[in-house]
């Protein structure tokens, strides 16, 4: 099934949908007339609209071709890996490492380029099963963690294209 639909429109080209009473981009509100018609259902929440969107969790601003994360998203990442590395204890739970590199691997959809940064966090993780046993960290592991975090702290996101003239018609 499909779960979410993306369209571009004209700023100001907008249509009243009469059931949620409100108006929407002409392209949004004749799918949602489709779907009525279809039986699909859909609700008033999901029908968001704008010139920067959030996708799971993402800024996705689609006339600067860019994808970011949130300021404060950002910063409870960095804070968190930061935390993480710099801890006195020395030892985390295969749980928080799995955490860690859950949230991690997350932001690598606005940050594809800092990849190698779970390279040891990977290799800590291997072959381990139980949960709440302690691993520790290495200097390794460490130099990579906070390597993550400068280069998030200094990255704006991605920009989709490395040409911004780029014209659909032309090219």
Known sequence: ?????????????MEWYEPYHVFFPTNQTRLLYLWDYLGIPHKLKKQVWGEVLIIIGFLVDPNKLTATLPAE???DLVEHVRDFAL???RRRSLHEFEQLAGWMNWALNVYPLFKPALCNLYVKMSGKSRAHA????????IEELLWFVEHVEASSGMLFFANIDWNPFTE
């Open 1 to 13: 099934y499909v779960d979410d639909c993306y369209s571009v429109g004209i700023v100001g080209d």
């Open 73 to 75: 998203a950002k910063a």
């Open 87 to 89: 801890t006195p204890r």
């Open 134 to 141: 302690t691993i520790n960290l290495n200097k390794p592991l």
